[in-house]
């Protein structure tokens, strides 16, 4: 593995913005060579290609699954960085036993997601999103409105991190009722009740998902889930796409047992099921509720710079594992 301080080169393997000029001027400055792959991400085989032409000491990762194979094939790699918060595009357990930091950036977007999950709820209880379509359909009906008034609401948020921290106190100041569950139950937040996911479901008109996705949240909300709650309710996910039954949510709508889901992310994404599509109940975004022209400018800088740093030799900001055998020197110090 080359020491600390020589130039290295990083592999950016795809990117959801336009260009790769953030990234390239932290990387350059520092002495490093940036190799930047298609902007759209590619199958985990093409980017294990990518790897092995350029046996990058780094890799900057959007949406592009890297595998431990990917992981292996390079063996200067001493990062994988994402571009984003979650980390399942990215072989992590391969990386820790390779002795390869995975870093995210774990707050960049605590404002946008939240402003994404309120804004949903409001287009739901004021009827935003249906209304539009009917005017613009020709239909001016006033008298078909059928709208809530979100202070006398229950908003149960599942995930009681920074973001869903973020959504309830956003939440609060409408004057709704806020419940809240995580494996991690909150101790002095005022406002705010923790309570099991079960009762959570029983007692919410709005649920709104602010977890990771990993093998235990899989399918977190589904049918047997969505029969808790009470008929008419919204559905509110801008997390992963894997933690909802998506053909579960789909009969809910057609039964009425939910009256909206609010989506701005899919487990089949960026492929939208027709029979969603069909629901007039369902508000649907493209995996935006990361994005401004702030938190976008953010991300890039900030994963740049961690993987700056691990190549100077120094320890991540934001580690999402701690490496085996890590070669003695600063960087080695989580």
């Known amino acids: 593995m080359k020491p600390p301080n020589r130039p290295g080169t990083v592999l950016l393997t795809d990117y959801a913005w336009p260009d790769d000029s953030v990234e390239r001027a932290v990387v350059e400055e520092a002495g490093h060579t940036l ?7 590619v199958s985990a085989e093409e ?31 001493r990062i994988v960085a994402r571009l984003g918060v979650g980390l399942d595009n990215i072989a992590v357990d391969a990386a820790t036993e390779r002795g390869v930091w995975v870093t ?37 009906n006033p008298a078909g409105a ?52 079960e009762e959570l479901l029983r007692r919410s008109d709005v649920v709104i ?11 977190i909300i589904g049918a ?19 933690l909802v039954d998506t053909d579960a949510v789909i009969k809910a709508l057609d039964s009425g047992q939910l009256d909206g889901a609010a989506f701005d992310v899919l487990e089949s994404e960026p492929h939208v099921p027709a029979a969603l599509l069909d629901q007039p109940g369902a508000l649907l975004t493209p995996h935006i509720a990361f994005s401004s022209d702030a938190s976008v400018t953010e ?25 085996r055998d890590l070669p003695a020197g600063p960087g080695a110090a989580r």
């Open 146 to 197: 059928r709208l809530r008034r979100l202070s006398t609401l229950t908003c149960g948020v599942v995930g009681y991190g920074r973001i869903g921290r973020a959504t309830a106190r956003k939440l609060g100041a409408f004057g709704c009722r806020i419940l809240a569950h995580d494996p991690y139950p909150p101790k002095d937040a005022p406002g705010v009740e923790p309570v099991g996911l």
């Open 47 to 77: 980017i294990e290609e990518l790897v092995a032409e350029h046996r990058p000491d780094a890799i900057l990762t959007c949406w592009a699954p890297v595998s431990a194979t990917a992981i292996g094939t390079s063996p200067e790699l």
């Open 104 to 140: 995210n950036v774990p707050d960049y977007c605590v404002e946008e997601v939240s402003d994404h999950a309120v804004g949903m709820v409001l287009a739901w209880t004021r009827g935003l999103a249906v209304s539009d379509r009917e005017v613009r359909a020709g239909r001016w």
């Open 209 to 219: 998902l602010h977890v990771p996705l990993t093998p235990d949240t899989h399918h």
């Open 299 to 323: 991300l890039r800088r900030r994963a740049a710079e961690e993987v700056v740093r691990i190549l100077a030799g120094e320890a991540p900001a934001h580690a999402c594992n701690t490496p």
């Open 224 to 242: 047997e889930q969505l029969a808790l709650m009470p008929p008419g309710g919204l559905l509110v996910n801008v997390s992963r796409g894997g």
């Open 35 to 41: 190799v930047t792959g298609p902007a759209d991400p």
